[in-house]
């Protein structure tokens, strides 16, 4: 089965005005896709539509040649989505959220991507205590966790220090490399990459 993931068509219409139409790309295996636009272009509305959180005005969506109607379960096995609200509880412990989020590992491994992310020592504090930077870090851990072959990853360098965006930058392009998908939005720049990226741009639209 083809393992890609499909953007056909899509439409989006938000206060009047076309955010995109007749958008379409595929994301193969090893292929990292960076979806650029300014504030407001519709780049969170794009990723919550391959997520299947909403559903495009026009178009479809397809996982492994299926529209997402089809695939949802099969997509939501094969997918880490971090949105720009990552999800993470703040009264639990980063441990705690790992746990949850990651049943499946063990503590060693939870502790390992902690320390990935420089949460070495801070494994057992509230996340309501950590810095801005510490917190989103906690959601990005998951990318030594996660067994998914798609992520979806909304600003994921938002808050965080230059050397945790080079930990994270490493691992997506591990992988990548490793034959994963990838498809996210930043307003950095993707710095010391030997791999491409490929740019989906949105303009923000236009008056209907
Ligand atoms: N649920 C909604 N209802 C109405 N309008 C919405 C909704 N969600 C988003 N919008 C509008 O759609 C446009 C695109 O929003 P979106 O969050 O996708 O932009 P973005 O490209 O991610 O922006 P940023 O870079 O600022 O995060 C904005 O003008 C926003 O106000």
Avoid at 61 to 89: A, F, M, N, Y
Avoid at 92 to 120: E, I, Y
Wanted: proline share 4%; aromatic share 6%; glycine share 10%.
């Amino acid at each position: 089965m083809e393992n890609k993931l499909e953007a056909v068509g899509l439409y989006c219409e938000r206060d009047d005005r076309h955010l995109f139409r007749d958008l379409s790309f595929v994301v193969a295996p090893g292929e990292w896709v960076q979806i650029a636009g300014g504030n407001g272009a519709g780049k969170t509305t794009l990723l919550r539509m391959l997520t299947g959180i909403i559903r495009p005005d026009r178009g479809e969506v397809r996982w492994q040649t299926q529209p997402l109607s089809r695939s949802r379960e099969r997509l939501h096995t094969d997918l880490l989505w971090i949105g720009h609200q990552p999800g993470i509880k703040t009264s639990l412990t980063a441990l705690q959220n790992l746990a949850f989020f990651h049943p499946d590992s063990t503590v060693s491994q939870r502790l390992a991507a902690l320390g990935q992310v420089g949460l070495a020592g801070f494994e057992e504090v509230p996340v309501v205590t950590l810095s801005a930077g510490q917190q989103r870090n906690v959601a990005m851990a998951r990318l030594w966790l996660t067994c998914a072959a798609l992520w979806i990853l909304d600003e994921p360098f938002t808050a965080i220090d230059v050397v945790g965006v080079a930990r994270l930058t490493h691992r997506m392009a591990q992988h990548v490399t490793a034959g994963g998908r990838i498809v996210m939005t930043t307003h950095q720049p993707l710095l010391d990459l030997t791999l491409p990226v490929r740019m989906v741009s949105l303009t923000g639209g236009e008056q209907k």
